[in-house]
């Protein structure tokens, strides 16, 4: 009986584990095997999760870079080389608005590089290297196994407490779904970075690039990190020996004539970057001023202006504005910024919100209830959107809706958000309505 028990509690993870991925990657003389991980989540669930988890990589770096040259340029490189890569996903590459020097993938292969790495690569066959180095992560299902590993615990805290045949596998997969910001800034252990170098340098040199690409981008994260590290080196540990092991493989791969190490493209795209910095640059002293005790809106405001004025697609600045006024009751302008800041980047949170907060104090209910759908959308998670959206129903008088949001708000809201006892009042004011 005892053995038989054992068995029970291991035989999910026996079929999982029969059940994962493997492939092989070859490339120039050269094979390395990927091992898929458990199986416990498929292919599509993951792609799911991490489309989901997009808005959230797009707002905690301050929207998309506003260019889509650039966009599509970046877009296509890593399109080229994800064409080389055994994993068939919807990849995706984004240019995020941060000046932090990194670059990060989500599961599904969604793959995210900052204003701030671009600025500092030097040619074409670097951006593969960085791009082709996420692809590594993606295609090992580094993330999904990470999501595995805790999925796995909850599975097995199922079985014992004999209670799996009410949970659904969807709702178990619901409970990694707070890990957002988790899998946003995941530090990678030397075995994974090992693992994503090799196959980075065998995608890249597949789609023709020049594989020392990677090698001089490690150079150049080394002088930096002499500064001030860069957030890269803070989640992909970069120790001495990796950047050996990595040129030993580039060594063991066959010569392969006109390599890709540079193109005119990629300064063209680079100077792109550079004419926006002085504009970014002001966008970050506004910050500062901001975040002065007390704060210096005045000369936050001055920055931005000038900020905006270099650049008038400076959809940061013009979120970080249109926050300025709302909290000062300019709702006006907030509108005017935060809605231009929508049409920019259709995937950024924030100006969807303001825009919404801002319509619903002008009293124009129908507008603030559109633009702050299109948050909630965006982030579901957000207690602040279904708040005013209660109070958006309530002052249309459709008292049912307006409870069913107040009633998320609070079930959302961790008690610090201001608006929790008001909430609650209303909630018991609508009671009497709704009986």
Known sequence: M?????????????????????????????????????????????????????????????????????QNYVNNIGLKIAKYTPRKLPYRFYVVNTDIVNAFALPGGYIFINRGLLLVLENESQLAGVLAHELGHVNAKHHAKFMEKMLGINILYNILGSTIADKSYGQLLLQIGGLGV????????????????????????????????????????????????????????????????????????????????????FHKIKKRILSTKKSYDLYKLALKELAKKP???????????????????????????????????????????????????????????????SYYYLKDYNRAILYLNRAKKLIPQQPDTYYYLGRAYEDKKNYSLAFRYYEKALKLSNGKRGWEADAKLRLKRLEKYLR
Request: with cysteine; hydrophobic share 40%; glycine share 6%.
């Open 2 to 70: 005892k053995f038989l028990k054992k068995f029970i509690l291991l035989l999910p993870l026996l079929i999982f584990t029969s059940c994962g991925e493997v492939y092989y990657v070859s490339s120039g003389g050269y094979t390395t095997k990927i091992s898929g991980g458990l199986g416990l989540i498929s292919k599509s669930q993951e792609i799911q999760l991490g489309k989901s988890y997009i808005p959230l990589a797009v707002e905690e770096n301050n929207g998309l870079y506003p260019d889509k040259v650039v």
């Open 295 to 357: 704060s210096n809106v005045f000369n936050a405001l001055n920055y931005l202006n000038k900020s905006i004025s270099l650049f008038p697609n400076n959809n940061a600045s013009l979120t970080l504005r249109a926050l300025i006024y709302a909290k000062n009751k300019n709702y006006k302008k907030a509108v005017v910024d935060s809605v231009k800041a929508c049409k920019i980047d259709n995937l950024y949170f924030s100006p969807h919100f303001i825009a919404g907060y």
């Open 182 to 265: 988790k899998l946003l800034s995941l530090k990678w252990s030397r075995d994974q970075e090992r693992e994503a170098d090799k196959l980075g340098i065998l995608f890249s040199y597949k789609a023709g690039y020049d594989p020392k690409g990677l090698l001089q981008t490690f150079r150049i994260f080394q002088k930096l990190g002499k500064v001030d590290a860069p957030e890269w080196m803070l989640t992909h540990p970069l120790p001495q020996n990796r950047y050996i092991e990595v040129k030993k493989l580039i060594i063991k791969l066959r010569p392969k004539p006109n390599l890709i190490k540079d193109t005119p493209e």
